[in-house]
């Protein structure tokens, strides 16, 4: 397993994007930090109608929002 694949899951391949506008996204931000949870999580939740987190370990950030992997060997 490289460094870059650290905290990822196999069980945990999908992606989906979609496009908010700058307004939604801090709303949808501020909704999950006042519920406690990440936006991943959240939307889980919302979505998926689950009604417990299963809150992940999350890398660092760079402060931007974007996740920092460590690719140190």
Request: aromatic share 4%; hydrophobic share 35%.
């Amino acid at each position: 397993m490289t460094a870059s694949q650290t905290h990822r899951s196999t069980e945990r391949t999908a992606s989906i994007l979609f496009r908010l506008s700058h307004e939604d996204r801090a709303e949808l931000k501020r909704r999950a930090s006042d519920a406690g949870l990440s936006v991943q999580v959240y939307l889980e939740m919302k979505a998926l109608d689950r009604y417990e987190a299963t809150e992940r370990r999350s890398g660092p950030t760079t402060g931007d929002g974007q996740g920092v992997l460590d690719l140190a060997m």
